[in-house]
């Protein structure tokens, strides 16, 4: 089994700054793609940044300019910085992973998410 563990997020100012992380844990020998999405109240989740095993990012047009989507590998993490932060931001963040493992071979995981506020 593989574990997602998100850390980060909080509440913050409009025009502020927040980060956060995502470790994976567990039995796999490499994880492919990682990326974040948020789900605000009454929407479907959605895009927010990925980034490939190569270091490739894509980001969604209202995180472009904003948000910095990175990895460290070696520690088998995701980070999402976000600035300049609006209310519209405001959502539950997970992040996932594509996981190659023997037993299950390619599989999506997600984070159990955590959630980001922002008050203008």
């Known amino acids: 089994q593989v574990q997602l563990v998100e850390s980060g997020g909080g509440s913050v100012l409009a025009g502020g700054s927040l980060s956060l992380s995502c470790a994976a844990s567990g039995s796999f020998f490499s994880i492919n793609g990682m990326g974040w999405y948020r789900q605000a109240p009454g929407k479907q989740r959605e895009l927010v940044a990925s980034?490939?095993?190569?270091?490739?990012?894509t980001y969604a047009d209202s995180a472009k300019g904003r948000f910095t989507i990175s990895r460290d590998n070696a520690k088998n993490t995701v980070y999402l910085q976000m600035n300049s932060l609006k209310a519209e931001d405001t959502a539950v963040y997970y992040c996932?992973?594509?996981?190659?493992?023997?037993?299950?071979?390619?599989?999506?995981?997600w984070g159990q998410g955590t959630q980001v506020t922002v008050s203008s």
């Open positions: 980034v490939s095993s190569a270091g490739q990012t």
């Open positions: 996932n992973a594509d996981v190659s493992s023997w037993r299950y071979g390619v599989t999506r995981y």
